[in-house]
């Protein structure tokens, strides 16, 4: 199966600090990646490239086997991204969140009015509609930040660290949305320090170290890496501390 | 184009629901541009000083009671103070609002209401400047219009004496002439007398010789005569000789009688002139002296004597030749008789002499006249020529004069914008402040909202250019400053009657422009001051600094050349301008270039930094 996206070579650094070094990954459609990390490891970074907010320094982007490294816009549109910390506006209503987003995304009025319709089923927020995004529960604030990330129907979700800030409920919640999603058709990449959620929901897991991609495999090709170890986090360090 | 458009668009709608879903800001956005006016309006809308209090120090009292009694006012008490130290603290404990003190010799003529000698000085509290020019304003005007009336007065008194004098130098300048004609007269009446007596003198120095040529033959008769005694034969050759003489005397006679009247005519008419003359040199006061003069009186008692003379010795001779040709006898004619005879002939000889030097000396003397009458013509005529001058000089001024020498230059203050109220005067300075502070904060409050709102990050992933945000929040904070200006001009309007309507297409560019001035650069701010109490503490201090940097508190004009320069391109105060002269004096687009350009170009610039302090913020994440 050809991949919905590959990154080749890529190198990333601010100034002299080079935060990422020699990318190379492939993204398939319809799977959930898990990129996992220790602090300063480069996943915020490696997210905004991804979501194209921060221009590589080498290396190629390739999108369904076209060279997209410099066209940011179309990367901009095949990616929705969701921050650690909800981005949306608290001052309107779930609904104008969503139709403010899906205006500036050019969706035309009866695409966007079906797509509004689509996502607030999806996320559950149909009844909160016209609540004003301040006032909904945190789920839902994390449902609507979802929801906002997919208006423009993109076709890989970036979710940075989608659960913090969560209780455990509402937290399986998020993960069992983030399934629906990969199943209603995105490719998903998530961020997260809760390594559980990783193993269990994601369908394979890049572990950076350094701005090096170590590996990049299914988590229980990575546990069998690791028969010792008692669980994923052990898996994780094991690799991490081997690299070090 | 249309894609920009639309997204613009809803970027707008989408800040105006921030903004306006908020009832607070809804209040602040209505209430406060008209609690504002209102506020203003109540403070501003009296135009008379009231409740002054002034002290006064003196050391007499009862020399200016009288002045004091004018100057207390309804609006204006007087306090007296007993020593001009305790009148300053009064004032310096606000008491007072200034100090006046009537210096020892000062002195009020309570009947003319002249202030005499001394001085009134002063003492006031110069950081109340506001207040004091008005007091101060009031006071000169109370003072210096009594003291100019005062002067005028005198003045005019001044001026109607000169006017009088005007008149006298008038007369006397006619008087002059008519002097000046006379004396022209005169003049030529002299050349006439003195052709007249050349012509006498021609006519007589022939026969006057002759007589002469008669005597020397006389005397050398005489001798024959002496022998007549002896020789009677030469007796006839006498009674021929004396025949001869008493003929000459006829001619003589006749040719005197010829010309004696119009001699004495000519003679008394000009004595006449001279005395008339010498009257007018003594009233003009003219530099002739009087006593050459009357030197030039002409003699007419002579030819009367003469001819009285000439006469006698006719009779004489024709007793003689008759005693000759009677007697036949030369003893019958005595010695004696014959003596009496030669010197009656030297007699006539001595008084034709005189007639003789009469007529020289009459010649000699018009000669030397002439050209002293000629002299004094040009006296005249000088002096004719001065009064003249005088007389122009003087007749500039007149009663009406007065006023304009008691203040050299006239001047009267007109205020070319009427009697209108303060709030309509302060009205154009009171919506430039309104749009400077509420542009700055108003613009700089609504770009940190959304610089710290939690989807501002998601802005930079949007497939568009970043610009559209920086104009859609622009656009944003003009709407909103548009609503509560629209609010304050309606207030104006309908509440203090300002006519801000029709000139609204003008009002409308310049506060256009004024507004967007402000708004980019709390904007600015904004984008480039990350924190909001940082951000909203630089604002205010900015647009203190903008405040002060105006003529607010000292007018421009004092300030140092380049600060003053400086302040002249704040666009409060060209916006200040702006408003002045589209509000005051309707003045149109076209005499608005300079401000149109100042502001254009801070426009620009502003924009051009705005952008840059916009992807100076986006770097920072």
Redesign the interface.
């Known amino acids: 199966m050809d991949p919905l996206i590959s990154f080749q070579g890529v190198h990333k650094g601010f100034g002299k600090v080079k935060v990422i070094k020699n990318l190379n990954m492939d993204l398939y459609e319809k799977e959930i990646y898990g990129f996992i990390g220790k602090s300063g490891a480069g996943k915020t970074t490696l997210l905004r490239i991804l979501?194209?907010?921060h221009p590589i320094s080498s290396g190629k982007i390739i999108y369904k086997g076209q060279d997209v490294t410099k066209k940011q816009?179309i990367i901009?549109?095949l990616v929705g991204?969701c921050?650690q910390?909800?981005?949306?506006?608290?001052?309107?209503t779930i609904k104008?969140?969503l139709r403010?987003?899906g205006?500036?995304?050019?969706l035309p009025g009866k695409k966007l009015k079906e797509q509004v319709n689509h996502l607030l089923e999806l996320t559950d927020l149909k009844k909160s509609k016209n609540s004003?995004a301040k006032k909904v529960s945190g789920g839902m604030k994390r449902r609507l930040d979802f929801a906002?990330s997919l208006i423009h129907d993109p076709e890989i979700l970036i979710l940075d660290e989608p659960t913090t800030g969560l209780d455990p409920i509402i937290r399986g919640n998020i993960w069992k949305l983030i399934e629906q999603i990969r199943d209603d058709g995105k490719t998903i990449i998530v961020t997260s320090h809760l390594l559980d959620f990783i193993e269990k929901h994601c369908d394979r897991v890049g572990i950076l170290n350094h701005g090096r991609l170590l590996k990049a495999e299914s988590p229980n090709k990575l546990s069998k890496l690791y028969p010792k170890a008692k669980n994923f986090t052990e898996v994780f360090k094991a690799i991490v501390k081997k690299d070090n | 184009m249309l894609k920009f458009s639309k997204r613009l668009l809803f970027i707008i709608i989408k800040n105006l629901k921030i903004v306006f879903r908020s009832w607070t800001s809804i209040l602040l956005l209505i209430l406060g541009p008209m609690l504002l006016i209102l506020i203003l309006g109540f403070a501003f809308q009296g135009d008379e000083l009231h409740d002054i209090n002034m002290g006064v120090y003196s050391t007499d009292y009862k020399k200016i009671d009288p002045l004091l009694q004018e100057l207390q006012t309804p609006e204006m008490t007087i306090h007296k103070f007993r020593t001009l130290d305790s009148c300053i603290l009064a004032m310096n404990l606000s008491t007072t609002h200034l100090c006046v003190e009537f210096t020892q010799d000062f002195e009020y003529d309570v009947r003319t209401g002249n202030a005499g000698s001394g001085q009134i000085i002063f003492y006031y509290d110069n950081s109340r400047y506001n207040l004091i020019k008005y007091i101060l304003d009031y006071l000169n005007e109370k003072v210096a219009l009594t003291s100019q009336a005062i002067t005028l007065e005198a003045t005019q008194a001044i001026f109607s004496d000169v006017g009088d004098f005007v008149t006298k130098m008038q007369a006397a300048q006619q008087n002059l002439t008519q002097l000046r004609h006379e004396v022209q007269v005169m003049r030529l009446e002299l050349l006439q007398l003195k052709v007249q007596l050349q012509q006498t003198q021609d006519a007589f120095e022939p026969k006057y010789l002759q007589i002469k040529g008669f005597q020397d033959k006389i005397n050398k008769n005489q001798e024959i005569l002496n022998d007549f005694i002896e020789a009677q034969e030469n007796l006839n050759n006498v009674t021929d000789d004396l025949e001869n003489v008493r003929d000459q005397l006829d001619i003589l006679t006749i040719f005197i009688l010829d010309n004696e009247e119009s001699f004495t005519n000519y003679t008394g008419e000009y004595n006449n002139r001279l005395s008339d003359f010498i009257d007018y040199v003594i009233l003009i006061g003219a530099p002739i002296p009087i006593a050459d003069l009357e030197k030039l009186y002409l003699n007419t008692i002579i030819y009367d004597d003469t001819l009285f003379t000439i006469s006698d010795t006719q009779l004489l001779i024709d007793e003689t030749i008759d005693a000759i040709q009677t007697t036949g006898s030369v003893a019958t004619i005595t010695s004696e008789q014959t003596i009496n005879l030669l010197n009656e002939i030297d007699n006539i000889i001595i008084e034709l002499d005189n007639v003789h030097n009469l007529l020289n000396d009459s010649i000699t003397y018009i000669d030397n006249t002439l050209p002293k009458l000629d002299q004094a013509i040009l006296e005249i005529n000088k002096l004719a020529a001065e009064i003249d001058k005088t007389i122009t000089q003087f007749s500039q001024f007149d009663e009406s004069s007065a006023e304009q020498l008691v203040t050299p230059i006239n001047t009267e203050f007109s205020p070319v914008l009427g009697d209108l109220e303060k709030i309509h005067l302060i009205f154009p300075i009171l919506l430039v402040f309104v749009i400077t502070f509420i542009s700055i904060l108003l613009s700089n409050m609504v770009v940190l909202n959304e610089i710290h709102n939690p989807a501002y990050f998601r802005n930079f992933l949007l497939p568009i250019n970043n610009i559209v945000f920086i104009i859609g929040l622009y656009i944003t904070n003009m709407i909103v400053i548009a609503i509560q200006l629209f609010v304050l001009l309606l207030v104006a309007y309908f509440n203090f009657h300002i006519d801000v309507f029709s000139i609204f297409p003008q009002l409308a560019l310049a506060m256009f422009l004024v507004t967007t001035v402000f708004v980019l650069i709390g904007m600015i701010l904004g984008y480039i001051i990350p924190t909001r109490q940082s951000s909203v503490i630089m604002c205010t201090f900015l647009a203190l600094g903008i405040f002060l940097f105006s003529d607010v508190i000292f007018p421009v004009e004092i300030m140092p050349e380049l600060a003053a320069y400086l302040a002249n391109l704040n666009p409060l105060l060209v916006g200040e301008n702006l408003f002045r002269k589209i509000i005051f004096f309707h003045i149109s687009y076209g005499d608005l270039g300079r401000e149109l350009i100042v502001l254009g170009s801070f426009i620009a610039l502003l924009s051009l930094a705005t952008v840059l302090a916009y992807y100076k913020n986006k770097s920072r994440r």
Do not use: A, C, V
């Open positions: 979501i194209g907010y816009h901009r549109k991204f921050t910390e909800n981005s949306f506006y608290p001052e309107l104008e969140n403010y987003y205006r500036m995304y050019d004003l906002i």
